[in-house]
């Protein structure tokens, strides 16, 4: 009988160890700058967007462009930061950096809702974004298609792979709309320092169920 209880009294200290552990891990603070796990470089596909929306600076019938910065958004392995300081940008940084991005109001978006939460100042948050979006070299044939592309998961991640041999296997992933038919954007995964990784489960989850269909569309650049 005391071997039982013994080992009884054992168990319900490791199930108070494991209840202790996980209500630990519920207290991660949230929305905190600088407590994530990775980056998620997004770059938008123009042609999607455009499809539905008349934004001058993205869609002007002189752009025509094909995948354009979103911007660099910090990732939990579950979810994501948001609107972690009320810092604001710098006038000389807006007309430094708002170039990088299609829309000049989308630094305006995007330091706020994104970069605040990188723990970075400002200046270095941008430059690492400026960094890594030119770095990521985009696949001759998704440059600027004058005829629709259809692609599979496979095919995407293969090409972008054939284009950037240094990135991690499963550091690509597309996300699709219109029932999984239309490409949106891309996703691109790199750790704090800027070094390409793979993407977490739970985004790599998310992307094959946006682009569920056996392959995608990316709508041509007009």
């Not at 993407?199 to 990316?218: D, M, N, V, W």
Request: net charge neutral.
């Amino acid at each position: 009988m005391k071997k039982i209880c013994t080992a009884g009294f054992i168990l319900l200290l490791a199930l108070s160890g494991a209840a202790d552990a996980r209500h630990h891990k519920d207290k991660t603070p949230k929305n905190q700058a600088g407590v994530f796990d990775y980056y998620a470089l997004s770059l938008s596909w123009a042609p999607n967007f455009c499809s539905s929306h008349s934004d001058p600076g993205e869609c002007g019938t002189d752009k025509h462009f094909g995948f354009v910065l979103h911007g660099l958004w910090p990732q939990y392995v579950n979810g994501y930061p948001q609107s972690c300081s009320t810092e604001k940008l710098s006038a000389a940084l807006k007309d430094k950096y708002g170039p990088i991005f299609a829309s000049p109001d989308l630094i305006n978006h995007e330091w706020p809702k994104h970069g605040t939460c990188s723990g970075l100042p400002a200046e270095q948050y941008l430059e690492l974004t400026a960094k890594l979006k030119d770095g990521l070299v985009i696949p001759q044939n998704y440059q600027q298609p004058a005829a629709p592309v259809r692609v599979t998961n496979m095919e995407f991640a293969q090409a972008f792979k054939a284009a950037n041999p240094s990135l991690a296997d499963g550091a690509i992933l597309p996300f699709c709309v219109g029932g999984g038919r239309f490409l949106q954007e891309v996703h691109a995964c790199y750790d704090k320092s800027g070094a390409s990784l793979s993407c977490s489960a739970s985004e790599t989850h998310r992307s094959q169920s946006s682009c569920g269909k056996a392959s995608f569309l990316l709508q041509n650049v007009k």
